[in-house]
């Protein structure tokens, strides 16, 4: 996967040629992952459990395949591979995003609920793996991005099945990383914060009594939010992925980027101060 010296030193971003696949693709992180991949050259096929029927103007536009896919399911899975493999002839890049939320206290949260989390957050990311490295390696390597969360880098007292869940995928991240390494296959993680314009950001505004506050709190447990008076947004989140799975990460593997704001760093002081 990786070009010469000379080609990546001119284009490293430039993912002309390349094939990729973005799970959890058609909305939020992973609709901004897909758009921007295309953008770069890549042809991409997105799997979204809640996958449009009906003509999506940008993924036209810029050739993106939308399938069914619930990662959950391994048939589903090896369908969204296949798919891609058949059409472009090989695969390079897979971006695993799909995920879900899981508040609530354990002694609250049912076994259907944690089921549920555990098998998109992390058995997902299995799934894609399993079913991709094959390709990949018959490529010559590739790159795996797994959306993971600043919870899976500290634990979090409200959350802790969603924190459990991303704190698997992030060990899964390293071990994948060190076991494919000689295959050519990097494997890394961004870890986002409060991220806006996300199906689980707007169910978290949707269930709090004052989604102004609510918005507002979120913006406040990031010092760099809180300077900036806004939340991540999902290009960022998607610009990090690109440059991941791009030449100009050629020797980056088993690293989890933090996106969050700092809000993983520690407890921020009271206050922040911008001098302009």
Same mark, same amino acid.
């Given at each position: 996967?990786?070009?010469?010296?000379?080609?990546?030193?001119?284009?490293?971003?430039?993912?002309?040629?390349?094939?990729?696949?973005?799970?959890?693709?058609?909305? @939020?992180? @992973?609709?901004?992952?897909?758009?921007?991949?295309?953008?770069?050259?890549?042809?991409?096929?997105?799997?979204?459990?809640?996958?449009?029927?009906?003509?999506?103007?940008?993924?036209?536009?810029?050739?993106?395949?939308?399938?069914?896919?619930?990662?959950?399911?391994?048939?589903?899975?090896?369908?969204l591979?296949?798919?891609a493999?058949?059409?472009?002839?090989?695969?390079?890049?897979?971006?695993?995003?799909?995920?879900?939320?899981?508040?609530?206290?354990?002694?609250?949260v049912?076994?259907?609920?944690?089921?549920?989390?555990?098998?998109?957050?992390?058995?997902?990311?299995?799934?894609?793996?399993?079913?991709?490295?094959?390709?990949?390696?018959?490529?010559?390597?590739?790159?795996?991005?797994?959306?993971?969360?600043?919870?899976?880098?500290? =634990?979090? *007292?409200?959350d802790?099945?969603?924190?459990?869940?991303?704190?698997?995928?992030?060990?899964?991240?390293?071990?994948?990383?060190? *076991?494919?390494? @000689?295959?050519?296959?990097?494997?890394? *993680?961004?870890? =986002?914060?409060?991220?806006?314009?996300?199906?689980?950001?707007?169910?978290?505004?949707?269930?709090?009594?004052?989604?102004?506050?609510?918005?507002?709190?979120?913006?406040?447990?990031?010092?760099?939010?809180?300077?900036?008076?806004?939340?991540?947004?999902?290009?960022?989140?998607?610009? *990090?992925?690109a440059?991941?799975?791009?030449?100009?990460?050629?020797?980056?593997?088993?690293?989890?980027?933090?996106?969050?704001? @700092?809000?993983?760093?520690?407890? =921020? =002081?009271?206050?922040?101060?911008c001098?302009?």
């Open positions: 996967m990786t070009r010469s010296s000379g080609q990546a030193a001119t284009a490293p971003l430039e993912l002309a040629g390349r094939v990729a696949i973005v799970t959890g693709g058609g909305s @939020g992180i @992973g609709r901004a992952t897909a758009l921007l991949l295309a953008e770069r050259g890549a042809r991409v096929f997105v799997g979204d459990i809640h996958a449009r029927v009906d003509d999506d103007g940008q993924f036209a536009r810029l050739g993106i395949t939308q399938l069914p896919c619930d990662v959950r399911r391994a048939a589903d899975v090896a369908r591979i296949d798919t493999v058949e059409a472009a002839g090989r695969l390079h890049i897979v971006v695993s995003n799909a995920g879900v939320n899981c508040p609530g206290q354990v002694p609250d049912s076994e259907a609920a944690w089921d549920e989390c555990l098998d998109t957050n992390l058995k997902g990311a299995f799934l894609c793996a399993k079913f991709a490295i094959p390709h990949l390696r018959q490529a010559g390597g590739g790159a795996i991005v797994h959306t993971a969360s600043n919870a899976g880098l500290l =634990p979090r *007292a409200h802790p099945v969603y924190s459990t869940s991303k704190g698997a995928l992030v060990a899964f991240t390293r071990a994948l990383a060190l *076991a494919h390494a @000689g295959d050519r296959i990097r494997v890394n *993680a961004v870890c =986002p914060g409060p991220v806006t314009d996300t199906g689980m950001m707007a169910a978290d505004l949707a269930s709090a009594e004052d989604a102004q506050a609510a918005a507002a709190q979120f913006i406040q447990a990031s010092p760099l939010a809180r300077a900036w008076g806004r939340m991540i947004t999902p290009a960022e989140v998607a610009a *990090a992925i440059y991941l799975v791009s030449d100009a990460a050629a020797m980056v593997t088993g690293t989890l980027l933090a996106i969050d704001g @700092g809000k993983s760093l520690g407890v =921020p =002081p009271a206050s922040t101060r001098d302009n």
